[in-house]
């Protein structure tokens, strides 16, 4: 239990008693020493079943219910776990996947996958690993394949988790006992426990087995491990071991393990072994209880008192029905989260049960990259992922995050809901012994997922990664990467590579050689071998006699050169075959990386040797290559047989003499999509005939089968040679390579020519990649000829080329024998009953099917005939149709795909319809049906004929946007040419155009029955649909025709607000009228009326009034209608769509006219403003005014609001744009125009700062005053908004001088200040001004002072002085006496006053009346009345501050001068008060001491002695009375002088006299050391402090205190270092310790003895690391010193020693140092942050305030309360925040900042409502 016990730092703890030792790891372990953080009282209450952790991860429901304890809590819901929540220190049990010679992959549990590291293994393997390499022997290394072997299962700790450089997570493991074991201790070992553990060391009889504790030594008898392994090999050092403790002795210092597989196998962990949560190790066996069972996995207890999860992962796949409350199993520990008290098992047999092995391989083969079709999903968890059934019945898992695209959103359900998916196979997992899947498109759809899939000889693509020393990393995909070899980077050795090659790059490289097992691949960039057409050598079979191929060479010999091609194909190449010149030194003419031709002259694969020869390539060996000469001439058919199937095409051999040639892919068709098909069709060994020569080198035939190039040849429509080709030339070719400038297209005798950018189409294209494809047929014509360089340049527009007649028609039934014959191909050769079924269907064949399925996408079918296809009819082909599962219906073939055994149907009712018969030369109306790459089946009219066309009407036809492609939908216009045609299997052969008017083939004017409407027909239909702003029409021929909203009711006949189409319902009858028509691409209106001119979608009107055929018809142009409206016009418009980014609305009056109105036309309330688009609705019958119209530029502006020009005292809408001070606000008004609110405009009460409260975009209500040069002067007083509405004006709008009067109070704004005066803003139009000396009382000798004051736009409150009314001037005054106002500059700034008048003459005499005699102002005392004398007293003692004043008599006489001197400022009155009647200076502060206080009398008699003397000497009776009351009194005053101890005794006996009567006086003694040390005598002063310990009462220990500090600052001053130590250490014993380390450290600092004073802090925060007060002097002795950064260090120390209670007031305090010594900026941030983390603290607050007052900005100070007044406290604080606001801006500010602050207290009181005002 005890080892139970470090669970529990606090309660819980069954009954046994707690260790203080551990439960103080504890504490330590979960504390957060955060510096802002509060430190709340964690909760004391002991928790049922529950221990607490602050560090949980997750918050787990307690599981304890009253049963028992649970040491960690059951999960909420069961996952799997993730690699995001992988932690460092995680316990995990793995499986070796693969093991290399510094790494081994494991598999972990739930599909990661992690690395060992051979750092990794122990301490004694790395040591063992490294003395190995030091000694160079390398012969007998122990690698990692001695110790590990795939399947083997260990535990692992996760060392660290790296991010790659791609981004993703790689998990480094560890098997290190130390980190494993690291929560085991020596005591927690018990018998029966399994360990696991490295062989550190083999001995003689056994081994020593490092198991990760220190001290404890593990030993393993040689005999057991013999039992086990029954072998005689000896366990190497640094291999893993699970072992069983036998014993444990000595306390855990020695244990004995075994490892009898047996025992250990089923050593199931029991709780009496005191397993706790931080030493569970994965890999135990448990008796579990299963507790909970949920969808997504099991609920366990285990060891009595653990709660665990399996996860669907891990539950036994046979027997996940059989789970189920309460039933026992047997559990492997999985892996254990320690800090989220998580806890992993399995179930798995592979890991329970005795005995059995993990399989590190599955049982079917290796099949990872493998994409599987036609998976079911059986199970969708929840956070985890889902189980997939492959169709061998196999299941697989997809991750949560496979189950979608990287960036996509999640969406469960929908993939669920899918019937069946295709994935792909990602892993499999040995641990989970489950395959991995992802059903990402995009993992998918990669060419290659693993280095299985790649093959040597390939052409790939990829990125470069990185530049190394010796090549170049490129990346084809995420997994896979190859080295393209420093030598393969190019042609040449490259000196800089990375000028050529930079990060990111995309390149294109063939594969040299790919080591699928060991994942290593070879690339290169030579571009000779790149681009070769050569056949490729990929093996020794490969190297025929007499082929030629491109090689590289590797090493120079003396006999030779030794070349290499693909994988490991060498040769040799003997030094009389190197050239035609004899070569002595070929190191000289070759260099290694060279590309060559060479020729095979001998092979042998069985031994892999072949000789070759660079000469015979080049010459062309004359005896070989005559014989291809005779047989192959070009324009000649061949036939021939397909040798072998590459990559880039077929090779075949031209029958009957056998001789080599290429058919490449591109070669086989004219149509490209028929090319690959087939390629796939061809098998070796099958014949081809109709071939034909289309060029010929030394090196290599090439033939074509392409019928439009065989027939250019056989027809003799070429150039032989470049000497034939002529300028206007048409030629027949094959685009070869595609360029940025261009294409070059080949000719039959290998004549190149290239067609620019520009000659390529007739349409503009910015990327020759998109127009052409390689391989494709082209006509191209000459149009240059450069003789000398033998260059031409060709034209392949098709304007300027001309196609042979009929050549449509040809290339189609070529292109459909090419399909039918690849069909036949394919069910000759599969021998499959279903592809031959599949061979017999034709296009237009009625099938007789039974619905599968029917969705909104379309329909399956099945057929009994055809078992195994898919039947598939899109939604284009059941429209109109319900269809439900099972129902019986006729469809007809479209299209049959015989290699995905797919067959498209249509059941549209018009194609299964009866056909009809066709006669040659009708034209038709024809709907495409489906498209299918070159070629598209359409469907002729009503006639349910179906037939095929090509797609392209012209070889060089392209396509550069998608909506210039064919479609399914589109409709064409067709005419026969053979009803049935033999080639098209019965098929009707037709010439087609499409029905756009933007290509207008060959109509002839007279023809008639052209689909399309002209203007002016009448028509009819139904209404397919109704719009708001639009109807939709099918009119009787099938097409589609539109009404516009406006084109529905008359006009005259439209209500406001109302939705004319709303009248028309769906489905019912129309006649209309074409009015014009739309583009069938963009819908752009098109209003031609040319007689001849058809529409594709026709434009109708509904109205009446145009319905009249008698009525004359024409139509209107945009600009005629445009011209017709006038501004100012009303008129109704139809709402057309809302632009929410510019906020305006479009209307539209006519099918063709869209005009705009702007957000400040279309409302007049400001609350409309947020969403405008609510009030007006699509297809809203509104009424508008016309603003401006305009045809060119075309502009239609309309208004909404009624009005439609701005007029002088109307009311608007503005929108503000822009806050200029010295202008006001600009704002932007409806119709185009703009205006300007002056500040006094903006209200009829003026306020400070008025524009505060106006921000850019805001709408305001506008009164319009005027227009001057088109900006409109505006207002927005409510006195001009609403006259009727309005409260009395404060301050009125003056218009005119005239209105003005002298002595008016006026209030204004601040224009600007200068050197003439402040000028005041009284209205827009009118500016007052005050000289300086009319401005402020005081004296001022320079404008800037009033300018840092009065800032623009500041409110003053001002006198009229005078008007010139010549001029229009009006001079003011802001003097305190005019206006009665403060004065505008503030008293704080200590300026003179400006005197005038009799204060002038006053204050002159009163600096005469300065030097009146002491005497005069005695007698002036005596005149006081007493009484009086005595209120004042009182007075000044209510204001006083604290100091106790012993004598009052020079107070007195200070107050009495006051009512002399009022006019002077106060500051001066009164004397200094405090009088320290001790002249004892040279010890510690005065504060320190703390003197017995004594009675004080006889002030008052003291001023009537002194009365007394300045009487005349007439002595009467009543004078003697006097004089002998006065000796009296003398006496009483020298009695109490002595008895007064603030009065200094003169002498030694004076002192002793003192000293009887006072003898615990610290301060008497302290006097009279100070006396004697005046004289200089030191012993007698010692002598006294010692008198002075000896008699004071040990009681009073601050005077002893006192004293003892006395002694130590004389040994300071007087005497040695010795001396001083003893005195000190006298001190702390017989005082408290603290005050005297204290006192001395001040000593030190007052003498600059730094050295000493640092030496002793650093003792004292030692010794007294609890107390607050040490670590603030330290600090505060740092900062003096100038040390801010030891200071901060020293903070931090603090916060780390003391209770965290303590915390903030520390930090406070040394933020106050900061401000007092250091840097203010600093304590101004750290005050920041504690009052960010604890804004109640009002102390606090307050603290800051007064710091930041005395050394921060005005600025600062102001925004700090500002802060401090909206705190969430209390009002009363609040209060006394505003108070001290107040009283700053009294000080220090304007009148205008008082007020302001006066305005926000009072905001303040209306919020908190009663409350405050209470």
């Known amino acids: ?216 030594k593990a030993f393993l008898p040689k005999k057991t491990v013999k039992d086990k392994h029954n072998n005689t ?260 050795l490259l000196k800089n590579p990375e000028k050529k090659y930079v990060e990111g790059m995309k390149i294109k490289c063939r594969v040299l050689s790919v080591d699928a097992e060991n994942k290593k691949l070879y690339l290169t960039r030579k571009k000779a071998l790149v681009e070769s057409s050569l056949p490729l050598f990929l093996s020794y079979t490969d190297a025929r006699l007499g082929c030629v191929s491109h090689c590289y060479i590797v090493c120079i010999k003396d006999f030779g050169c030794i070349v290499r091609f693909y994988n490991s194909v060498k040769g040799l190449v003997p030094l009389n075959e190197l050239s035609s010149q004899p070569i002595v030194c070929p190191e000289e003419v070759f260099y290694v990386g060279q590309v060559l031709k060479a020729k095979v002259l001998k092979c042998d694969p069985d031994k892999a040797k072949m000789v070759l020869s660079f000469k015979a390539a080049v010459e062309g060996d004359t005896e070989e290559a005559a014989t291809p000469q005779l047989d192959c001439e070009l324009g000649k058919r061949l036939e021939a047989k397909v040798l072998k199937k590459s990559v880039n095409g077929l090779e075949v051999a031209i029958l009957p003499d056998e001789i080599r040639a290429v058919l490449p892919t591109m070669h086989l068709s004219d149509h490209m999509s028929n090319c690959p098909l087939l390629w796939e069709s061809m098998q070796e060994g099958d014949n081809i005939s109709n071939l034909i020569c289309f060029t010929k080198n030394k090196q290599n035939i090439t033939v074509t089968k392409k019928p439009t190039v065989r027939w250019s040849l056989e027809e003799g429509v070429v150039a032989k040679d470049f000497s034939e080709v002529t300028v206007g030339m048409q030629l027949i070719g094959v685009i070869k390579s595609i360029m940025s400038y261009g294409v070059f297209v080949e000719f039959p005798y290998g004549i190149v020519g290239l067609a620019p950018k520009s000659a390529m189409t007739d349409k503009f294209i910015s990327d020759t990649t998109t127009a052409f494809q390689p391989g494709q047929t ?49 069910a000759m050769r599969e021998n499959s009953d279903l592809r031959q079924q599949l061979a017999a269907l034709t296009v237009g064949q009625k099938l007789k099917l039974t619905v599968d399925t029917a969705k909104d996408s379309g329909a399956t079918f099945k057929s009994d005939d055809l078992v195994g296809a898919t039947i598939m009819a899109t939604k284009h082909h059941v429209i109109g149709v319900s269809l439900t599962s099972g129902q019986k219906a006729t469809a007809v073939v479209l299209h049959v795909d015989i290699l995905s055994t797919c067959v498209h149907v249509s059941i549209l009712s018009k194609l299964v319809a009866k056909k009809k018969s066709l006669a040659e030369g009708s034209k038709y109306t024809a709907m495409l049906q489906h498209i299918n790459k070159d070629f598209a089946i359409i469907s002729l009219g009503d006639t349910a004929q179906l037939t095929v066309i090509q797609t392209s009407s012209h070889l060089n036809e392209i396509f550069l946007v998608e909506s210039e492609k064919l479609k399914a939908g589109m409709s064409l216009s067709v005419e026969v040419i053979e009803p049935s045609c033999q080639e098209l299997q019965g098929l009707a052969l037709v010439s087609w155009e499409r029905t756009s008017p933007k290509r207008q083939r060959t109509t002839s004017e007279n023809q008639t029955s052209a689909t399309g409407h002209r203007f002016g027909d009448i028509v009819r239909g139904k209404v397919r649909t109704v719009k708001p702003a639009s109807i939709q029409v099918t009119l009787e021929d099938g097409s589609t025709g539109s009404v516009h909203v406006s084109e529905v009711v008359e006009l005259a006949e439209v209500c406001k607000g109302s939705f004319p189409t709303s009248t028309v319902k769906v489905g019912s009858e129309v006649t209309a009228r074409v009015i014009g028509g739309r583009e069938a691409s963009s819908h752009r209106f098109l209003p031609f009326s040319h007689p001849k001119f058809t529409y594709p979608i026709p434009e109708l009107t509904l109205l009446p009034s145009k319905l009249d055929t008698s009525e004359d018809f024409k139509a209107v142009t945009v600009k005629q209608k445009l011209n017709s409206y006038t501004v100012g016009e009303q008129m109704t418009c139809f709402v057309s769509k809302f632009n929410p980014e510019r906020k305006s609305l479009e209307v539209t009056t006519d099918p063709c006219v869209t005009g705009t109105v702007d957000l400040l036309a279309m409302i007049t309330d400001t609350k409309d403003a947020s969403h405008p688009e609510k009030m007006y609705k699509l297809g809203q019958a509104v009424r508008a005014t016309v603003v401006e119209v305009n045809s060119k530029p075309q502009r239609f502006v309309l208004s909404l609001t009624g009005v439609h020009k701005l007029e002088k005292g109307s009311v608007t809408l503005g929108m503000v744009t822009n806050i200029q001070p010295q202008l006001g606000l600009l704002v932007k008004l409806p119709f185009g125009n703009s205006g300007t609110v002056a500040v006094t405009d903006l209200a009829d009460a003026y306020r400070p700062n008025p524009l505060d409260g106006y921000s850019k975009d805001q709408l305001l209500r506008c009164f319009l005053l005027g227009d001057e040069n088109g900006k409109w002067q505006l207002s927005l007083r409510p006195s001009r908004l609403n006259p009727q509405q309005t409260k009395p004006v404060k301050d009125p709008d003056v218009l005119s001088v005239d209105k003005l009067k002298a002595g008016q109070i006026i209030r204004g704004y601040v224009k600007s200040v200068g050197e003439q005066g402040v000028f005041i803003r009284l209205s827009s139009s009118i500016t007052g001004r005050a000289q300086l000396q009319q401005s402020t009382k005081y004296f001022v000798n320079n404008h800037k002072v009033l300018f840092k004051h009065l800032t623009p736009n500041t409110l003053l409150t001002t006198k009229i002085h005078s008007i010139d009314e010549e001029e229009e001037l009006v001079h003011l005054s802001l003097l305190p006496g005019d206006t009665g106002k403060p004065d505008v500059l503030p008293e704080s700034l200590g300026l003179p006053l400006r005197l005038i008048g009799e204060e002038k003459k006053e204050y002159d005499s009163k600096k005469k009346k300065r030097s009146a005699s002491e005497s005069e102002q005695k007698q002036a005392e005596s005149q006081v009345p007493k009484k009086k004398k005595k209120t004042k007293k009182a007075k000044t003692d209510d204001s006083d501050s604290g100091v106790k004043v012993y004598f009052r008599e020079e107070e007195d006489k200070g107050d009495q001068e006051e009512p002399k001197s009022v006019k002077v400022r106060p500051s001066s009155a009164g004397l200094s008060r405090l009088q320290v009647a001790a002249g004892f200076s040279w010890d510690v502060h005065l504060s320190s001491l703390k003197p017995a206080s004594t009675a004080q009398e006889g002030d008052s008699s003291d001023g009537e002695d002194q009365d007394g003397g300045s009487k005349p000497q007439k002595k009467s009776r009543h004078e003697l009375q006097q004089e002998k009351k006065a000796a009296e009194k003398a006496l009483v005053q020298r009695e109490t002088e002595l008895m007064d101890l603030s009065l200094r005794p003169q002498d030694a006996p004076a002192f002793e006299r003192l000293l009887l009567a006072s003898p615990d006086s610290s301060l008497l003694w302290l006097q009279y050391m100070a006396h004697h040390l005046q004289a200089t005598q030191i012993e007698q002063a010692r002598a006294v402090a010692e008198r002075a310990l000896k008699t004071i009462s040990f009681r009073e220990e601050q005077e002893k205190l006192n004293v003892w500090v006395a002694l130590l600052n004389l040994e300071n001053m007087y005497g040695t270092e010795e001396s001083l130590k003893r005195v000190f250490e006298r001190a702390l014993q017989f005082c408290e310790p603290m005050p005297v380390y204290q006192q001395l450290a001040d000593i030190y600092a007052k003498c600059d003895k730094t050295k000493e004073a640092e030496g002793l802090y650093k003792t004292m925060v030692k010794r007294f690391r609890q107390n607050k007060a040490v670590w603030l002097s330290y600090g505060t002795f740092l900062l003096q010193q100038g040390q801010s950064d030891s200071a901060s260090a020293l903070l931090q120390r603090a916060l780390a020693s003391l209770p965290s209670k303590e915390s903030v007031d520390v930090i406070a305090k040394f933020a106050q140092l900061e401000f007092r010594y250091g840097d203010s900026e600093k304590g101004r941030t750290m005050f920041d942050k504690v009052l960010t983390s604890y804004p109640k603290r009002t102390d606090l607050w307050s603290v800051f305030i007064d710091l930041m007052v005395k050394h921060g900005s005005q600025k600062e100070v102001r925004a700090l309360f500002d802060r401090v007044i909206h705190l969430s406290v209390s009002v009363k604080k609040i209060k006394f925040f505003f108070k001290r606001y107040l009283e700053y801006e009294k000080k220090h500010g304007t009148p205008q900042s008082i007020q302001a602050v006066k305005e926000k207290a009072m905001e303040f009181v209306e919020d908190k409502g009663t409350e405050a005002a209470n």
């Open 1 to 216: 239990m005890a080892s139970v016990e470090e669970d529990f730092p606090r309660g819980g703890g069954g009954g046994a008693a707690k260790k203080p030792t551990e439960s103080k790891i504890e504490v330590q372990r979960t504390e957060v020493d955060n510096l802002f953080q509060s430190k709340e009282q964690t909760e004391t209450k002991k928790r049922k079943g529950a221990g607490q952790d602050a560090g949980k991860k997750l918050k787990k429901p307690k599981t304890g219910k009253g049963d028992g304890l649970t040491l960690n809590a059951a999960a909420k819901c069961v996952e799997i776990l993730h690699i995001k929540n992988l932690k460092e220190g995680i316990l995990m049990l793995g499986c070796v996947k693969e093991v290399t010679d510094f790494e081994v992959t494991v598999s972990l549990p739930c599909g990661m996958q992690g690395f060992l590291s051979i750092m990794n293994i122990c301490d004694s393997y790395t040591k063992l690993i490294s003395e190995q390499l030091d000694s160079a022997d390398t012969e007998d290394i122990c690698s990692l394949r001695h110790l590990f072997y795939p399947g083997m299962v260990f535990r692992c700790v996760v060392a660290k988790l790296d991010v790659t450089k791609r981004g993703s997570l790689s998990i480094q493991l560890s098997i290190n006992p130390k980190l494993v074991n690291k929560a085991l201790t020596s005591s927690s070992l018990k018998a029966g426990m399994a360990v696991s553990g490295c062989v550190e060391s083999v001995e003689d009889h056994g081994y020593i087995v490092d198991i990760g504790l220190s001290g404890t």
């Open 233 to 492: 090999e000896e366990l190497k050092v640094g291999q893993y071991l699970t072992s069983q403790v036998e014993e444990v002795k000595n306390e855990g210092r020695v244990v004995h393990l075994s490892v009898s597989p047996p025992t250990v196998a089923q050593a199931c962990a029991e709780s009496k072994q005191g397993w706790t949560l931080t030493n569970l190790l994965p890999g135990l066996l448990v008796k579990a209880t299963i507790k909970k069972v949920t969808k997504h996995g099991l609920i366990l207890d285990f060891l009595s008192s653990f709660s665990g999860q399996v996860d669907v992962l891990h539950m036994e796949p046979e027997q996940t029905s059989s789970y189920a409350e309460g039933t026992e199993v047997r559990a492997c520990v999985l892996y254990v989260e320690p800090s989220a008290r998580l806890v992993g098992l399995s179930l798995r047999s592979h890991l329970v049960q005795p005995g059995a092995g993990v399989d590190h391989a599955p049982a079917g083969g290796d099949r990872i990259g493998e994409v599987v079709k036609d998976c079911k999903m059986i199970a969708m968890h929840h956070m985890s992922g889902a189980m997939v059934e492959l169709p061998d019945k196999t299941l697989a898992f997809v991750h949560r995050n496979h189950l979608k695209e990287v960036n996509e959103p999640a969406n469960e359900n929908r993939v669920l809901a899918m019937t069946e998916h295709t994935c792909r196979i990602l892993d499999f997992s040995p641990m989970d012994q489950i395959h991995f899947v992802s059903l990402r498109k995009s993992v998918i759809d990669k060419r290659f997922y693993r280095y299985h899939d790649l093959e040597a000889g390939q052409v790939v693509e990829g990125t470069v990664s990185i530049l190394l020393d010796h090549g170049m990393v490129v990346h084809l995909s995420d997994h896979i990467r190859g080295l393209v070899p420093r030598t393969h980077l190019s042609d040449i």
């Open 778 to 826: 082209v006509f191209a014509k000459v149009t240059n000829l450069d003789v000398e360089k033998r260059r031409f340049l060709v034209t392949l527009k098709i304007s300027e080329v001309m196609s042979p007649e009929g050549d449509a028609q040809t290339r189609l039934i070529n292109g459909l024998q090419e399909r039918r014959a690849v069909t036949e191909m394919f």
